[in-house]
Structure formats: C-alpha cells, structure tokens
C-alpha cells in the first residue's frame, strides 16, 4: 500500500489561495507540483468549480460588469422616477395653484425672473426641474395652449447621457420628444472642476 505524501501547510494553503483566486488546475499543479488528485480533495469544499468564475475569467468579468451596468441603470431610471413624483408633489400641492388670478401673478414673476422672447415666442430657461415644472403647469392653466407648438431645448455637459435627459424631461413636462430641438453641448474642461447636475439646462 502506497503511503500518502503529507504536504506542508504552506503549500496547501497556497493551492486553496490560487484556486480561489481563478488558477486552473494545470496552473497550481505546475507551480506547486501537486498531484490533481490531491488537488481534488483539497478543493471539496470550495465552491463548484464548474462555475463561470472558474472555467472562463474573461467571460465572467463581462458578465460582471453586464450586470453591473444594468443595476446602475436601474437605479438611475428608479431615481429620476423618484424625483419627477417628489416634483410634482412640491408644485402641485402648492395652495396658490387653486386661485386663478395668483397663477397668473406667479406666472408673471417666473417669466419675468427667467423667462425671454425668442423670435416671437415665450421662452423660459432653468436648471431647476421644480421651477420649469411649475411654469410649464402655470402656462397651460392660464392659457389655452397649443401643445403642438411646444418646443424644448437643452443645454448639455459632456458626462450627460443625451437620451436619458431627453426622457426626463419629456415625461416631466408631457412633451413629445420629437418636440425636443438639437441639443447645445456646452464647453467646459475636463480637468476643471464644477458641480455636476442631473438634468442639464432646460428652455421651454
């Protein structure tokens, strides 16, 4: 009967360190020059090597960062929901909005405080969602507006992903997207630091 080898501690702690690691069986076999069948049962208890980690790195670490990708998204899509809901409940509830003539004394204040003419059509331009929310509402509640008319424009940074700032708003505002003009993509280092916002520069 062939007695078995005992191996040091050392090397079998370096064998568990690999494999845990990712290393093929080739690869500690080569370096620690262990049999595979010791290999085998020093590695029973680990987790099922058959898994993706396991038998292909590269494939794995894309499914990963897939994955990763797709939470991130996730979340954004549930806090920019969040933040349209928290929006429309600031102005909405406001108790000014149910009497005509301060809609209209408000609307006067927005417009004037941010608001211009643009070739003959009333513009108002703001960063703050709240505040282009609360014209917009005031706008179509003093005025019959003709909703095919409606144009929006956005001013842009280079980290902002043009598509999900277009979605924003336009379900924030309850415009078409194809209402939404070409987008002006404002220039500003890289390297120079300034506070980031969400939405970009809305003018409506």
Known sequence: MVKQRKWPTEIRESALCMRKKGATYSEIRKRLLVAKSTLSEWFRDLPNTNHLYYTDRSKWMETIRELSVKVRRESKSKKNQELMMEIRRSVE???????????????????????????GRVQFTNTDPR??????????????????????????????????????????????????????????????????????????
């Open 93 to 119: 509830g406001w108790g000014l909005l149910n009497y005509g003539e301060y809609e209209q004394s408000l609307l006067s204040m927005l417009y004037w405080a941010e608001g211009n003419k643009v070739g």
């Open 131 to 204: 505040l282009v929310y609360l014209f917009i509402t005031l706008f179509r509640r003093c005025y019959e507006v003709d909703e095919s008319r409606l144009r929006v424009r956005l001013h842009l940074h280079y980290y902002h992903r043009a598509r999900k700032v277009i979605r924003f708003w336009s379900e924030l505002l309850g415009i078409s997207p194809k209402a939404f003009g070409k987008i002006y993509w404002k220039k500003r280092s890289k390297e120079r630091r300034f506070r980031k916002n969400q939405t970009g520069i809305c003018s409506v």
